[in-house]
């Protein structure tokens, strides 16, 4: 992102905060792992958001109006002797200089500078319980200055929550999101390519998983944008499965969902492939009745639609085809009716993904499934799960499990799947496994 795409979100909060207002946003704690080592690093999406500001221990403060700068970024100061173990840090004139703050103070200065900038404030737009330790020292000010009434400070009586401005303008995403979730998918489509063509009998999870963080980190992506599952066999059949540790036999499908980040923004694809390279035919029929709910669940996804048309058309898709095999029986109706789907088909068929895989932004507005408009981003990935043991279905379906997952961007005149690099026609996945890394 560009500093002035990151002035232009700023600007636009201002105008819906309006004057005599103050928004308030601290940056991810670091967090421990064990003893001396923390997790690495990443920025709270929505303080990187606003700042593209990558620091810790930092705050962001935006007070439109103000005369010495609307913009003030509390920050570490620089010290040479933890920058010799840490790196460099910004400091306060690199803050200003490199990050677009109009003003910018030591972060431990906080205390005495702050309340004074929510004097004579009517609004202060601040999320509560994020931060739970932020929450008393904001609450610490607002009390200090309660306690100046009587010398005429004024002390602000509205606190709204900066979710619902920030959320609201993160749903819909700028050309330049957009194009850092195109490389993002590039990156991901391109791991899922090489798993595809690496994986033999025989080989661990593990070891198909190492494949693609390989291609996320030769590509540029700064990490996994989640847990990545990788589950051959029965594993597939477990929806948020992520130990990765067991071996891949011949006969199995391995279902993987993994994507990479790229400059803070998600990519999440599921592709389910034989691990020998032939699907069977009982694998092959669950596996074309997937991609069938699928394009017709992509097929809904543009303006006008509401967000759950999807979903529904991937349901009466998923659930005709589960009647037809003779896993349901009654009419797709009454089945629909009941959620007699959901024994095998037991989530939703998508979510937001942006700077997080499961991104933020309202389902529902006014209590009413919300309209897809241009700039929104979503994943379409319906599945089909049959468990080993489930007697009340063929021996051949037990164990298979089926997932196909891509990236959907809302345009003006329908959709864009943005990670459509990856094959998944099962023609073209065995064309692709048997040609191999060559």
Known sequence: MTPKEFHRRRRYLMEMM????????????????????????????????????????SVAVIVPGRAHGEYILFCRENDRK??????????????????GADDSFPIDDIDDILPGLLEDKERVFYTMGTHPDFDQRLIGWVNRLRKQARAGVHTPGEFI???????????YKSSQEIKAMRRAAEISAAAHRRAMQVCRPGMKEYQIEAEMLYVFKME????????????????????????????????????IDAGAEYDYYAADISRTFPINGKYSRAQRALYELVLDAQQAAIEEVKPGNHWNDPHEAAVKVLTQGMVSLGLLKGSVKNLISKEKFRQFYMHRTGHW????????????????????????TLTVEPGIYVAGGNSKVAKKWWNIGIRIEDDVLVTKTGCEVLTGAVPKHPDEIEALMEAGLK
């Open 161 to 171: 929550s900066l979710d619902h401005l920030l959320h609201e303008m993160r749903l």
């Open 82 to 99: 933890m920058e010799i173990w840490n790196g460099p840090r910004s400091g306060q004139e690199g803050a200003v200089s490199d990050y």
């Open 220 to 255: 540029g992506a700064t990490a996994p944008a989640y847990a990545s599952i990788v589950g051959g066999g029965a594993n597939a059949c477990v929806l948020h499965y992520v130990e990765n540790r067991a071996s891949l036999k011949s006969g199995d499908l391995l279902l």
């Open 18 to 57: 309006g004057e005599k207002s103050v928004a308030i946003l601290p940056s991810a704690p670091v967090r421990i792992r064990n003893r001396d080592v923390a997790y690495d690093y990443r920025q709270d999406s929505d303080f990187y958001y606003l700042t593209g500001y990558p620091e810790p221990e």
């Open 353 to 376: 993904i942006g700077m997080d895989v499961h991104d933020v932004g309202d389902y529902k507005v006014d209590d009413e499934w919300r309209l897809l408009e241009p700039g929104m």
